[in-house]
């Protein structure tokens, strides 16, 4: 058996889309190297046997259909291949559902951390994967997540406040008209594996010796490498109260960055011009976290509190799946339509770290006990050569 792989590349969104159209374009023209061949350089079957159309045979016993394939192809017929997918993800936060304002005047919350689940997120995925040997290959690939963004709006007669005792101690966190929470997240991960890989090719069932020869090759590989993954993040209270207008805000910013080994497997089953194929993947992580806040200002209660930072460590879990569709439109270019979950745990998330005491050495602490899962559908092109 023979295997191959996805793959991630680069860190902003314009850079990513940018590599990931001048990879496609620069292995188009890059010659085939190593022990399998692609369709195109391998020696032609006799005219009796395959006709007009490449994939297609004239009937064939077993034996001599397998021994057409052995003489014709290997399996896999790559030894290079490169992916782009675009990723359209729906996020959901683990991060409790705390209280962010109250009605004054019921004692009620009106607005949780939970109100700011942000929404639909875009991205791209990009990998770059070669075989070796016959049992050995390497990847590298990135993965970006951009846009996802939350918002929560509540307005009130004058009526609003923040969670005391910080809502009480500065003078435009109470008797609010308007707070307004937004919430920023993106997502960069990057990837490096080995992988050792088997693949067999047979001809498909009830096909050989009833009407024509169809070619299968079905792979499955084992892959371990290096992952890096970093979340960054931003929250912020804006608070409108008075006449005029008086706004003051809340800003906390938060990274946490992932380092760790991962294990994973891959299968991939082509036919004809279909395939499909499957990932999954698991990374225990050592974790960073920072976070810093902005200071806090009230236009008659004058500076409550000064810009805070704080830095951690810890451990995290990144897991992921995927499940994909592959139609071969040439014998190298394919279309790709699939499905992708992920979770990491261990994260500082922006929301989780607003304070509200007052006390000395608040803001300072560090929560990193949140998490995040995103789930949704992948669009792409994949060339192997």
């Known amino acids: 058996m023979r295997l191959f792989g996805?793959?991630?590349t680069a860190p902003t969104q314009v850079a990513a889309v940018a590599s990931g159209l001048l990879i496609?374009?620069?292995?188009?023209?890059?010659?085939?190297?190593?022990?399998?061949?692609?369709?195109d350089?391998?020696?032609?079957?006799?005219?009796e046997v395959i006709g007009a159309d490449p994939f297609d045979a004239a009937p064939l016993a077993d034996e001599a259909c397998m021994q057409q394939l052995r003489q014709c192809c290997c399996c896999p017929s790559w030894n290079h291949y490169a992916i782009f997918d675009v990723l359209f993800l729906q996020r959901n936060n683990q991060i409790g559902d705390r209280p962010l304002v109250f009605n004054a005047d019921?004692?009620?919350p009106v607005m949780s951390t939970q109100d700011l689940q942000p929404g639909l997120g875009t991205g791209v995925r990009l990998f770059y994967g070669s075989l070796l040997t016959d049992r050995y290959g390497w990847e590298v690939g990135y993965t970006g997540i951009y846009g996802m963004f939350g918002e929560a709006v509540v307005n009130g007669p004058d009526n609003l406040e923040l969670p005391p005792p910080l809502g009480l101690a500065v003078n435009n966190f109470n008797d609010a008209e308007q707070v307004r929470a937004t919430y920023w997240s993106t997502l960069n991960i990057a990837e490096a594996n080995i992988f050792c890989y088997d693949c067999c090719e047979e001809c498909g069932p009830n096909w050989c010796g009833l009407t024509r020869c169809k070619r299968n090759c079905h792979c499955i590989n084992w892959l371990a490498g290096f992952i890096w993954a970093g979340l960054d993040e931003s929250a912020n209270l804006n608070v409108l109260?008075?006449?005029p207008p008086e706004p003051a805000n809340y800003t906390v910013r938060t990274s946490t960055n992932y380092f760790g080994g991962q294990i994973g497997m891959r299968g991939r089953r082509e036919w004809r011009r279909?395939?499909?194929?499957?990932?999954w993947k698991t990374a225990l992580c050592g974790t960073s976290a920072y976070q810093s806040a902005d200071p806090i200002v009230g236009t008659i209660s004058g500076v409550e509190r000064d810009a805070v930072s704080a830095r951690t460590g810890g451990v995290g879990f990144i897991g992921s799946l995927n499940g994909t569709l592959i139609y071969r439109i040439t014998n190298h270019w394919g279309l790709r339509a699939g499905y992708n979950f992920y979770w990491l745990t261990g994260a500082a998330l922006a929301p989780a770290q607003w304070d509200f005491n007052t006390v000395a050495g608040?803001?300072?602490g560090i929560n990193d006990n949140g998490g995040l899962f995103l789930q949704g559908a992948n669009l792409g092109t994949e060339y192997r050569w």
Do not use: F
Request: with cysteine; proline share 7%; glycine share 12%.
């Open 6 to 8: 996805h793959l991630k």
């Open 24 to 39: 496609l374009l620069v292995v188009a023209g890059a010659p085939a190297v190593g022990r399998a061949a692609s369709y």
């Open 41 to 47: 350089d391998v020696p032609a079957l006799p005219e």
């Open 106 to 108: 019921t004692g009620l």
């Open 241 to 243: 109260c008075c006449t």
């Open 274 to 279: 279909w395939a499909v194929e499957g990932w």
């Open 362 to 364: 608040a803001g300072t």
